[in-house]
């Protein structure tokens, strides 16, 4: 495909997504109906649909509306480019600029439109980063680098260095976590490769191994992942010697989770119906996920104030149900990968105050300014 071709794909696919479609189904059904794209080409036209979901607010701003044909010309021209290159109404590129496109005149961007940040969260975000917040929401604005969790129950960092650039993937070590590695070249060759295949290294962002790195794990600790998912956290905590029962609400999420533990040679019990007590529970609670934008962009302009509010409700009956499965002593861990104080900060207090015999150890909040994602960690003894 030539690269207006792809401009013109991802034109389209943005059109389904800007429609309802979730963007990794939009870009799925696009692939599977379009078997002449190579796997260079899908990337391409991958980034392109990221890199304007990412940037919405601002790229429609400089695109002069909010379409795929509107998110696709002010990409190119925030990029510094010339959208006539693209746009040239050849073959399969995109039809020629009108005179209104060609003429862009586009008024100066308000703070929220530059940083693409929603207007009914602006105030929130403003408060919860304080100093942090133009930074941060800069960053949520950029792709995401590729972390990988190296399972040291079985490699070291620097051995499965060695592995991966034997197999043309080159790495470097992260500060955020003794377990991470940042993949520096080649990403796209990971899963065909024999070291993630045989469970040595997991896909994995650096501050949530950071999260678990901070927790006091020893070996033969019970834990509960009382909100498992799809068992990276989980994986993680068996790594470090922890007996892991994981749980969530819906099964459904955990339906990975054992193929995942075998290759990793991890022992991890599955139940639905979590009994007697443990050393530890871990809360990974739904969210708002506005630490990991900049991995799911679609996210940002899907929340809406009347599901946050029910995910706060949500959060608020985890931290009561969970805390019954810890023995007296035990830890509860409260996890979520948020930037916003009513999901953070304000819960914890709200839990301490309707139940007193806790007290809180430890409170880590991660940005993207630190290297992964936005993480906030709350570690409290009962």
């Known amino acids: 495909m030539t690269p207006a071709a792809r401009h013109q794909a991802a034109i389209e696919i943005l059109e389904r997504i800007l429609s309802g479609t979730a963007a990794e189904q939009a870009l799925t059904a696009w692939a599977r109906a379009s078997r002449f794209a190579g796997s260079k080409d899908r990337a391409a036209i991958r980034d392109l649909v990221f890199d304007a979901l990412r940037c919405k607010r601002s790229f429609a701003h400089l695109g002069g509306s909010e379409t795929g044909r509107g998110l696709i010309l002010g990409g190119l021209r925030a990029a510094g480019e010339d959208p006539a290159g693209i746009f040239t109404g050849l073959g399969y590129a995109p039809s020629q600029l009108t005179p209104t496109e060609t003429a862009c005149n586009a008024p100066p961007m308000p703070e929220a439109v530059a940083l693409d940040c929603p207007d009914w969260l602006y105030s929130d975000l403003r408060a919860s980063l304080g100093d942090g917040f133009v930074p941060v929401m800069q960053a949520l604005r950029q792709r995401a680098p590729v972390f990988l ?13 060695v592995s991966l650039v034997a197999e043309g993937i080159a790495t470097r070590p992260h500060p955020l976590a003794p377990t991470a590695l940042e993949i520096t070249e080649n990403p796209r060759a990971l899963q065909g490769s024999s ?17 678990i790195g901070a927790l006091p794990l020893s070996p033969g600790l019970r834990v509960l992942d009382y909100c498992a998912g799809g068992g990276g956290k989980s994986l993680a905590l068996a790594a470090q010697g922890a007996k892991v029962t994981a ?126 994602d936005g993480f906030y960690l709350a570690l409290l003894q009962g």
């Open 149 to 161: 969790r190296v399972n040291v129950a079985r490699i070291s960092r620097a051995q499965a260095q």
């Open 195 to 211: 070291t993630y295949r045989d469970g040595l290294v997991e896909l994995q962002d650096a501050a949530s191994q950071a999260v």
């Open 247 to 372: 749980h969530d609400a819906n099964p459904q999420r955990m339906r990975d989770l054992p193929a995942r533990a075998t290759r990793a040679d991890a022992q991890i019990t599955l139940t639905q119906t979590p009994a007697g007590k443990f050393d530890m529970v871990l809360t990974d609670v739904p969210c708002s996920g506005s630490g990991s934008w900049r991995r799911s962009p679609d996210a940002k302009w899907r929340l809406t104030a009347e599901k946050l509010a029910e995910l706060l409700q949500v959060q608020s009956k985890i931290l009561d149900e969970a805390h019954a499965f810890l023995r007296p002593g035990g830890y509860l861990a409260y996890i979520t990968c948020s930037l916003l104080d009513q999901e953070n900060k304000q819960q914890i207090q709200d839990f301490l105050s309707r139940t007193p015999n806790y007290r809180l150890l430890l409170e880590r909040r991660l940005t993207p300014l630190d290297g992964g």
